[in-house]
């Protein structure tokens, strides 16, 4: 253990002015959001102020350890541990929790530190009677402490105020040491710059192997300090490094002292140049309108009517949390840190982003996306083809320019065939291509990630498909889910090949896009695990999980037999029919919803009969009535999930949210439509939730859904009109929307025909 102790005389700080204009929008959008949905239940959100796909992510942190601490808060905990600047939102897995800052008052605890419980030493019990969180604001009372904490932020750097009582012994603690379930500190260091500035830079492996975090900190206080290190012996036996800053200071009855953070993953000056070019002064109220003001904007892109202040609060929600990430990565510099963990100097105005959980995301945020913010998409998938060439290959998973081979599936191809398919991509179409075709192909050479990561980054199952033309259940794990995906993600890729004129890659892939026939056994109805031999997988039950270790991912065969979303028509035909396609249909939302297995999947949530709305490989199954002529069933099921699966609550969401995509469900259908394939533009017609909905597109058009008789009970579309021509079928094509428009759906509480498409 190390202690050292110095005082400093207060300093002269530059500051650096900058100019900040702001779009004013007339309605308040963000007074409608509660960022504490998702909090609570499986959501795995957190609370704390951010700005639309910002780089830091200041929150408080309630618990430690747990599936239930991804995100660092759970409402249901009692006391804070801290307000650290990195977060991930909605995820099922843990990482980031970097950088955190607990003000105290009195004596500092923090030696007895014991890693099995969820709280630190230093830890402080508060009420949310005494917490705010609207959108770019976060305030709590810390009640060990008498302390009102307040944060907000900028893309790139966070402002915290702390309302501190009468005392000769307030401070800070600096916690390095601390993370989100607790990571492996690789190496962790401090520089104390003057009696105001600290600085320090921390690496740690853990869901990133290699992720590194530098920051800058900036107090309005001169302090005294000390520097603890020590190490701890674990509950596994393993020695922990602790590593904290000790700030005392004397305050005023209610002094307020602030405190501005910048982050960097390039180096402490990126972290604060970051700081001193959007947090110059100490106004720590114009940060906070800003970033309302910003958050304003964004939500202003969908304007919906409705008297029911809870599905406002729902919906605007909602769309908030489609825009906490992916989260910006590039300096304001400039700089970033590649996915070859090697330093870049970038464009700022053309900035490289981090946090793409496609497995996720592809469904429907990026769909959104690409109705209310085409450009936005376009950068996204900019930075996808800028990871593919520095790393090797696109990235499943990236976390913090890592890669992190999680999930399954090579999505960003979707991504791409989706913006190509609607007319709005700005990348080159044959780099995308080619770089869609390598994520395809079985070929370990050249990727640069962890030794641990390439199997699953570059499964066994990618060789399997393109060479026996299945994937044995007995050679790869989640072995159908990968197939069925693999199946998609090639008829991506062969819109992409016809797209470049490669007709004859065109067809091969077409055909890999056939290749979920081979799964479908008809004497049960389910698709299901065919092992090497040829032979299905024994014992078989459609309701058996055993997570990431069967032939499913986070999900059994009663949800993952209907992932065919490029060939409807052909699974339908595979299944004997429509009737008895509709059939099958039917049994999913009726069947008892218990499950088997020794190690259920905690994904598994939402339940109505075995569709699990609560994870994604559900999502677009209840629109598949659509293609099957019973178009009032997915009008009546859509209807249910508003009413059991999202809530005005912190444990309003059935899951995971996920980055976005739990969210972004909720928004394309309560408009009135979801996209069932990405890469074919096309949207199935649901049930409508609002009385009006005005999305405002690019370019000053606007499309606007208008539903008349709606009242709760009237869940059926009677009539719908597009543009005053009255529509016949239950799907309408991205053009129509993107050319700005109207629609008008009449509803009714009965089943009618409307929509039914059978052929004659």
């Given at each position: 253990?190390?202690?050292?102790?110095?005082l400093f005389?207060?300093l002269?700080a530059f500051?650096l002015c900058?100019?900040?204009t702001?779009k004013?929008?007339?309605?308040?959008?963000?007074?409608m959001v509660?960022?504490?949905?998702?909090t609570?239940?499986h959501?795995?959100t957190?609370?704390?102020p951010?700005v639309?796909?910002?780089?830091?992510q200041?929150?408080p942190?309630?618990?430690?350890?747990?599936?239930?601490a991804c995100?660092?808060?759970?409402y249901?905990?009692s006391s804070?541990?801290?307000f650290?600047?990195t977060?991930?939102?909605g995820t099922?897995c843990?990482?980031?929790g970097d950088?955190?800052?607990?003000p105290?008052v009195?004596?500092?605890?923090?030696?007895?530190q014991?890693?099995?419980s969820q709280?630190?030493?230093y830890?402080s019990s508060?009420?949310h009677?005494?917490?705010v969180?609207?959108p770019?604001y976060?305030s709590?009372?810390l009640?060990r402490?008498s302390?009102?904490?307040?944060?907000s932020?900028?893309k790139?750097?966070?402002?915290?105020?702390?309302t501190?009582p009468e005392?000769?012994e307030?401070?800070?603690?600096v916690?390095m040491?601390?993370s989100?379930q607790r990571?492996d500190?690789?190496?962790?260091h401090?520089d104390?710059l003057?009696d105001?500035?600290?600085c320090?830079?921390?690496?740690?492996?853990?869901?990133?192997?290699?992720?590194?975090?530098?920051?800058?900190?900036?107090f309005?206080?001169?302090?005294s300090?000390e520097i603890?290190?020590?190490t701890?012996?674990?509950s596994?036996?393993?020695q922990?490094?602790l590593?904290k800053?000790?700030?005392?200071f004397?305050t005023?009855?209610?002094?307020?002292v602030?405190v501005?953070v910048?982050i960097?993953?390039?180096?402490?000056?990126?972290a604060k140049k970051n700081?001193?070019?959007e947090i110059p002064e100490w106004?720590?109220d114009k940060v906070?309108?800003d970033?309302?003001q910003?958050?304003?904007n964004?939500?202003?892109?969908i304007?919906?009517?409705t008297d029911?202040?809870?599905?406002?609060?729902i919906?605007?929600?909602a769309l908030?949390?489609?825009?906490?990430?992916?989260?910006l990565?590039t300096?304001v510099d400039?700089r970033?840190?590649g996915?070859d963990?090697q330093i870049?100097?970038?464009?700022?105005?053309?900035p490289v982003?981090?946090?793409?959980?496609?497995w996720?995301?592809?469904?429907?945020?990026?769909p959104?996306l690409?109705?209310i913010d085409?450009d936005?998409?376009?950068d996204?998938?900019?930075s996808?083809?800028l990871?593919?060439?520095?790393?090797?290959?696109f990235p499943?998973?990236d976390?913090?320019s890592n890669?992190?081979?999680?999930m399954i599936g090579y999505?960003?191809v979707s991504?791409i065939?989706?913006?190509?398919?609607?007319?709005?991509?700005?990348?080159?179409?044959?780099?995308?291509y080619?770089?869609?075709?390598?994520a395809?192909?079985y070929?370990?050479?050249?990727i640069?990630?962890p030794?641990l990561?390439?199997?699953?980054?570059?499964?066994n199952?990618k060789?399997y498909?393109?060479?026996?033309?299945?994937?044995?259940?007995?050679k790869?794990h989640?072995?159908v889910?990968k197939?069925l995906e693999?199946?998609y993600?090639?008829y991506?890729?062969?819109?992409?090949a016809?797209?470049n004129?490669?007709?004859?890659?065109?067809e091969k892939?077409?055909e890999y896009?056939k290749a979920?026939?081979?799964?479908?056994?008809?004497?049960?109805?389910f698709?299901?695990g065919?092992d090497?031999?040829?032979?299905?997988r024994?014992?078989?039950?459609?309701r058996?999980?055993?997570?990431r270790n069967?032939?499913?991912?986070?999900g059994t065969?009663w949800?993952?037999t209907?992932?065919?979303p490029?060939?409807?028509?052909?699974?339908i035909?595979l299944?004997?029919?429509k009737?008895k396609?509709?059939?099958?249909?039917d049994?999913?939302?009726?069947a008892?919803?218990?499950?088997?297995?020794?190690?259920v999947?905690?994904d598994?949530?939402?339940?109505i009969?075995?569709?699990a709305?609560?994870n994604e490989?559900?999502?677009?199954?209840?629109?598949?009535y659509n293609y099957?002529?019973?178009?009032?069933?997915?009008?009546?099921?859509v209807?249910?999930v508003?009413r059991?699966q999202?809530?005005?609550a912190?444990d309003?969401?059935?899951?995971?949210?996920?980055?976005g995509?739990?969210?972004a469900?909720?928004?394309m259908n309560?408009?009135?439509?979801?996209?069932?394939?990405p890469?074919?533009?096309?949207?199935s017609?649901?049930?409508?939730?609002?009385?009006?909905v005005?999305?405002?597109?690019?370019?000053?058009?606007?499309f606007?859904?208008?539903?008349i008789?709606?009242?709760k009970e009237?869940?059926y579309?009677?009539?719908a009109v597009?543009?005053g021509?009255i529509?016949?079928?239950?799907?309408?094509n991205?053009?129509d929307i993107m050319?700005?428009?109207?629609i008008e759906?009449?509803m009714?509480d009965k089943p009618t025909q409307?929509?039914?498409?059978?052929e004659?």
């Amino acid at each position: 253990m190390t202690m050292n102790k110095f005082l400093f005389m207060p300093l002269l700080a530059f500051v650096l002015c900058t100019c900040n204009t702001t779009k004013i929008t007339e309605t308040d959008y963000a007074s409608m959001v509660n960022p504490f949905i998702g909090t609570g239940g499986h959501g795995h959100t957190f609370p704390g102020p951010v700005v639309p796909n910002g780089m830091i992510q200041p929150s408080p942190d309630t618990r430690i350890d747990g599936w239930d601490a991804c995100s660092g808060y759970y409402y249901e905990d009692s006391s804070i541990n801290g307000f650290s600047h990195t977060h991930v939102s909605g995820t099922g897995c843990a990482d980031y929790g970097d950088i955190l800052i607990m003000p105290t008052v009195g004596e500092q605890v923090y030696k007895n530190q014991d890693f099995s419980s969820q709280s630190l030493p230093y830890a402080s019990s508060f009420s949310h009677e005494n917490e705010v969180a609207v959108p770019g604001y976060y305030s709590v009372i810390l009640d060990r402490y008498s302390v009102k904490a307040e944060l907000s932020a900028t893309k790139r750097a966070a402002i915290h105020r702390y309302t501190f009582p009468e005392s000769t012994e307030s401070g800070f603690i600096v916690d390095m040491d601390y993370s989100i379930q607790r990571q492996d500190n690789l190496d962790m260091h401090i520089d104390v710059l003057s009696d105001t500035e600290l600085c320090g830079y921390k690496l740690t492996k853990y869901w990133a192997f290699d992720q590194r975090i530098c920051f800058y900190a900036k107090f309005s206080k001169p302090f005294s300090y000390e520097i603890y290190t020590d190490t701890l012996t674990d509950s596994k036996g393993k020695q922990q490094a602790l590593y904290k800053a000790l700030l005392k200071f004397d305050t005023k009855k209610d002094e307020q002292v602030f405190v501005k953070v910048g982050i960097s993953a390039v180096d402490v000056d990126g972290a604060k140049k970051n700081v001193e070019a959007e947090i110059p002064e100490w106004d720590f109220d114009k940060v906070k309108t800003d970033a309302y003001q910003a958050w304003n904007n964004y939500l202003s892109k969908i304007n919906i009517k409705t008297d029911n202040a809870d599905d406002k609060a729902i919906f605007y929600t909602a769309l908030y949390h489609t825009a906490i990430s992916p989260n910006l990565f590039t300096d304001v510099d400039g700089r970033y840190l590649g996915m070859d963990l090697q330093i870049h100097q970038g464009n700022p105005e053309k900035p490289v982003y981090t946090i793409f959980s496609l497995w996720d995301t592809f469904r429907a945020l990026h769909p959104l996306l690409s109705i209310i913010d085409p450009d936005l998409n376009n950068d996204f998938i900019a930075s996808l083809l800028l990871k593919h060439k520095e790393g090797g290959i696109f990235p499943m998973w990236d976390l913090a320019s890592n890669y992190t081979g999680t999930m399954i599936g090579y999505h960003a191809v979707s991504l791409i065939a989706d913006a190509y398919t609607k007319g709005y991509a700005k990348f080159d179409i044959k780099e995308a291509y080619e770089a869609c075709l390598r994520a395809a192909e079985y070929d370990t050479t050249g990727i640069k990630c962890p030794d641990l990561v390439l199997p699953c980054l570059m499964p066994n199952a990618k060789y399997y498909k393109n060479t026996l033309g299945y994937v044995p259940c007995d050679k790869d794990h989640e072995s159908v889910a990968k197939a069925l995906e693999y199946a998609y993600n090639d008829y991506c890729i062969s819109v992409m090949a016809e797209a470049n004129y490669d007709f004859k890659n065109a067809e091969k892939y077409k055909e890999y896009s056939k290749a979920y026939q081979i799964y479908f056994d008809k004497s049960t109805g389910f698709m299901r695990g065919l092992d090497s031999k040829g032979k299905w997988r024994t014992p078989f039950s459609p309701r058996a999980s055993n997570h990431r270790n069967d032939d499913y991912c986070e999900g059994t065969a009663w949800q993952w037999t209907w992932f065919v979303p490029h060939d409807v028509k052909g699974l339908i035909e595979l299944m004997g029919g429509k009737t008895k396609f509709t059939e099958k249909l039917d049994s999913l939302f009726t069947a008892d919803s218990s499950l088997e297995g020794e190690l259920v999947s905690a994904d598994i949530t939402g339940l109505i009969g075995q569709y699990a709305h609560g994870n994604e490989p559900s999502h677009h199954i209840i629109h598949l009535y659509n293609y099957a002529d019973q178009p009032w069933k997915t009008q009546e099921l859509v209807d249910s999930v508003f009413r059991s699966q999202y809530h005005n609550a912190p444990d309003g969401l059935s899951g995971n949210e996920d980055c976005g995509q739990m969210s972004a469900w909720y928004i394309m259908n309560s408009i009135g439509f979801y996209q069932v394939c990405p890469g074919k533009p096309v949207y199935s017609i649901g049930r409508p939730l609002f009385d009006e909905v005005i999305i405002n597109l690019p370019g000053n058009k606007k499309f606007t859904v208008k539903t008349i008789n709606n009242r709760k009970e009237n869940r059926y579309i009677e009539k719908a009109v597009l543009n005053g021509v009255i529509l016949e079928k239950p799907f309408i094509n991205h053009k129509d929307i993107m050319n700005g428009g109207i629609i008008e759906f009449t509803m009714t509480d009965k089943p009618t025909q409307w929509g039914y498409i059978a052929e004659n």
